[in-house]
């Protein structure tokens, strides 16, 4: 998250309160057999093959993940083992070995892998997103974008922005592992941005690309700081548009489906979601919301009395981290994408192989 006054969010939220009534959804407890009705030209079915998917967000791998991107353990780039110390933007070498380092993860699931190269004027800055994408079976023109930063604070070669943010980093990554080798309607791609930290650059840029090529973004979902809880309250907020932007509705359709997904696979135990209207300039969603797609970020309870207190320092790191937590939110993210992208397949063909069994011993 790009730096700001520490009471700036808090502010953002004062007349908003942390429940909205109307705004803050409320989902019932969906279990097998129960549909929910249609929200916002979203529909959402309990679906076991995405519950299979859920399950496979494993605790352990998050953390390796983590480990990896924070420099906790060494990393292969290029064929060559590396250590990634920092991902700030003033150490181009290493952000050039992390961005490699996301390119290689995505290849290595089967994921259609490219780069996009960036340069600000007014910071003089330069930088490259990195985009993953599962192409959709028969609706590939309606995009659904998986984001998060990769770069990260202070401005020192020892950086490991464990919650700012390789969370989200990790969130996108572990959501590309899962939904691979499954097939959607729609098109699902998978960004890391860079130059977050310096003013939402790498977003910007790619925003504004996707708006000069008339792209259909259906659905932008980021993820930027979830994986601290002080309190264990499980608090996530879903930061949309203001309740008074016209482009308020489609956001809130995104949040409806994570709110949907937290009740249906049994996560409420976990995560409590709030819907959060506060239009936060400070988060990459904003770049997508200039060139008026919808978009949501989720983030953890940032108000002043909760926020992580090693929030851009060397101190961010692994340890730090709440990984039940994370755990969730990811859990979420990757049942909410799944839903999102529209999944073709309701039961895995291992169901098939094994219910005359299950049948037979009965």
Excluded at 153 to 181: Q, W
Aim: hydrophobic share 45%.
């Amino acid at each position: 998250m790009i730096p700001f006054s520490k009471f700036a969010r808090s502010w953002l939220r004062v007349g908003i309160g942390l429940t909205l009534i109307g705004v803050v959804i409320v989902a019932a407890p969906l279990r097998p057999g129960m549909t929910a009705a249609v929200t916002m030209g979203f529909p959402f079915t309990y679906n076991p093959a995405v519950a299979q998917m859920i399950a496979e967000v494993q605790q352990s791998t998050l953390y390796t993940y983590t480990a990896s991107l924070t420099g906790q353990t060494p990393v292969t780039v290029g064929g060559k083992s590396v250590t990634l110390r920092t991902r700030n933007m003033y150490y181009p070498g290493d952000v050039l070995n992390v961005t490699q380092y996301v390119y290689e993860f995505m290849k290595a699931q089967g994921l259609s892998v490219s780069y996009q190269t960036w340069y600000d004027a007014y910071e003089d800055m330069e930088g490259r997103n990195v985009i993953g994408v599962i192409t959709g079976t028969v609706r590939p023109d309606e995009i659904v974008l998986v984001t998060a930063h990769l770069d990260d604070m202070p401005e020192k070669a020892i950086a490991p922005g464990a919650d700012d943010n390789a969370s989200g980093a990790v969130g996108v990554m572990m959501t590309a592992a899962r939904l691979a080798g499954h097939t959607f309607e729609r098109t699902v791609r998978f960004v890391f941005f860079t130059g977050e930290e310096y003013g939402l650059l790498g977003s910007y840029a790619y925003a504004k690309a996707s708006a000069d090529m008339d792209d259909n973004l259906v659905a932008v979902y980021n993820m930027d700081m979830i994986a601290w809880d002080g309190n264990d309250d499980g608090a996530v907020y879903l930061e949309t548009r203001r309740t008074n932007n016209a482009g308020y509705a489609s956001d809130l359709a995104i949040a409806t489906i994570f709110t949907q997904v937290v009740a249906a696979y049994g996560l409420d135990s976990t995560l409590e979601a709030h819907v959060d209207p506060c239009g936060d300039p400070y988060v990459d969603s904003w770049s997508f919301w200039e060139f008026d797609y919808p978009s949501i970020t989720v983030i953890e309870d940032f108000d002043y009395e909760e926020m992580n207190p090693y929030y851009h320092t060397a101190n961010d790191t692994i340890g730090t981290l709440n990984f039940p937590f994370f755990t969730a939110n990811v859990k979420a993210t990757v049942g909410a994408i799944a839903h999102l992208a529209l999944p073709t397949a309701v039961f895995e063909p291992s169901v098939f192989i094994f219910l005359p069994v299950v049948l037979r011993n009965r």
